[in-house]
């Protein structure tokens, strides 16, 4: 088994980023992440960010731009492994499908939210580009 690549997407707008809060599993439930999923075979991290984006917030495809890197990767486990990328939205209003709920969060408040333990690790990166 090769290794597998989870996206997330910073989706920024004006002074805010997007988070979603995880139904599941059990242990992670309650807490907020930034929304994404995994790369599917024959596919490149951008298309798969858009696809999973598009699909957990109800949005087109051609409405999430993915834009550059953010921070650094991070190991799930053993074989997989979480990446970042900034994304913009050129239209649709994003509403939770796979998610208890959305909302929309400054860098001043990143620090109050629940994170799942993983995203944590990026909020140095989103306060810088907030």
Do not use: F
């Not at 059990?26 to 699909?55: D, I, Y």
């Amino acid at each position: 088994m090769g290794a597998q690549i989870v996206v997330a997407g910073a989706v920024i707008r004006g002074s805010a980023v997007l988070v979603a809060q995880r139904v599941r599993p059990p242990e992670l439930a309650g807490r907020w992440e930034l929304p994404g999923g995994k790369v599917s075979p024959g596919e490149t991290e951008p298309q798969a960010l858009a696809r999973e984006l598009a699909e957990e917030l109800g949005l087109q495809v051609a409405d999430v731009v993915v834009g550059d890197r953010l921070g650094d990767d991070i190991p799930l486990d053993d074989t997989t492994t979480l990446r970042a990328y900034l994304v913009r939205l050129r239209g649709g209003e994003p509403h939770p499908h796979d998610h208890r709920a959305l909302r929309w969060v400054t860098a001043a408040e990143l620090p109050e939210v629940d994170w799942v333990p993983a995203d944590r690790l990026w909020l140095k990166d989103l306060a810088r580009v907030l």
